[in-house]
């Protein structure tokens, strides 16, 4: 495949969440992702997690299984697992049972240590711990989940591929891997480093709905359009927020006061009635390329749509299945379009021979799909 990272071997033990996707957005920039399964499968174009990728059946209880992970994992650079920790060590393939070249890249939720190390969780809990999931929705209602983007993406995903691509330059100097530690309870705080500087500042009250980013503020929320319909608006900047009353008939002297709080709860129903008098589509018409922040809030299905989605084409439509080209973009090392996802296991006789396993021995690792 083409792609900057085209020079990039990753073995990828086939899991959930994170992990998956960490390994299918290498394979989108180039790199040769396999994954380990246990059990061969048909094609599944709506997998889209495993675009670009091959897939090998292996038994890690067998022997010969062993072996041949143990092969696999010393012909790559890159080994990604997402499973609880010390199930990798249990199976023998540890980070100490491989090659110290490995960049080996562990994906949990809690971490390799601490006191829940070792219990289940989703991207909501994680959320939860980080302080994160307290600030979002409405006051006086429960906190509202962000789908899994924040935690299992954002903090997890992100920075699993942040941390491999940091220790493949790393062992560019040292000529040595190291075990990437990436848990969910981690990133999420790392990438709150506007809030905590607001929390320091005295700039954010931990009542959900009272600011700047989570609705309290008149000029950054979602308002319900004639239609029934939504529009977004984020006119944060003065300048942003001055062409937004302008061009919604809203009060001028607001701009003076923009940032009083006080005003917030009185303007947040104002703003209201004034958005609930034309539909989303001719607000997005008359907002349609200025600077005042504001958007029509799509649907999965209307955003391929959207002439500005549609002119850089990033949402594409393979085989019929709605997912997102390869991002971001580069000027020279252009990855190519992934393909549809392959069968589970279908990768398997192919890999082995490149592993060295002749005719005969390939045999042994049963039916392909």
């Not at 960049?103 to 939720?109: D, E, K, N, Q, V």
């Amino acid at each position: 495949m083409a792609g900057p990272l085209a020079s990039l071997k990753v073995v990828e033990f086939s899991g959930l969440g994170p992990a998956p996707l960490a390994g299918q957005l290498l394979a989108d920039l180039g790199a040769d992702v396999v994954t380990v399964d246990r059990k061969a499968a048909p094609a599944d174009p709506t997998d889209i997690n495993r675009r670009g990728k091959r897939s090998i059946v292996l038994d890690l209880k067998s022997p010969h299984g062993l072996e041949a992970a143990q092969r696999l994992i010393a012909a790559s650079d890159v080994l990604i697992e997402g499973f609880r920790p010390q199930v990798m060590e249990r199976l023998g393939l540890g980070p100490e049972a491989c090659p110290d070249t490995l960049i080996y890249a562990r994906m949990t939720g809690w971490g390799q240590d601490g006191p829940l190390a070792q219990s289940a969780g989703h991207d909501i809990n994680y959320l939860a711990l980080t302080g994160a999931l307290h600030a979002m929705g409405e006051a006086g209602r429960p906190p509202v989940p962000p789908l899994n983007l924040v935690a299992d993406y954002g903090g997890g995903t992100m920075f699993l591929l942040f941390g491999i691509l940091s220790a493949v330059i790393e062992r560019g100097v040292s000529g040595k891997g190291q075990v990437v530690d990436a848990a969910m309870v981690d990133g999420v705080p790392a990438m709150m480093g506007l809030i905590h500087a607001m929390l320091a500042q005295g700039a954010w009250r931990e009542e959900r709905g009272a600011n700047w980013l989570d609705g309290g503020a008149p000029f950054y929320r979602c308002y319900t359009c004639a239609c029934g319909g939504f529009i977004s608006v984020g006119a944060l900047e003065p300048q942003f927020h001055a062409l937004l009353l302008e061009m919604a008939d809203l009060p001028r002297d607001h701009q003076d006061s923009q940032n009083e709080d006080r005003q917030w709860p009185a303007r947040h129903r104002l703003y209201a009635e004034a958005f609930a008098r034309k539909s989303r589509d001719e607000w997005a018409t008359i907002f349609e390329g200025t600077d005042a922040c504001v958007a029509p809030v799509l649907t999965f299905s209307e955003a391929r749509l959207h002439p500005h989605m549609a002119a850089r084409q990033t949402l594409v439509s393979p085989n019929g299945i709605l997912q997102a080209a390869p991002a971001p973009r580069f000027g020279r090392s252009k990855p190519a379009m992934p393909p549809t996802p392959v069968a589970i296991g279908s990768g398997t006789d192919e890999v082995l021979e490149q592993l060295g396993y002749d005719a005969a021995s390939r045999k042994a690792f049963g039916p392909k799909p």
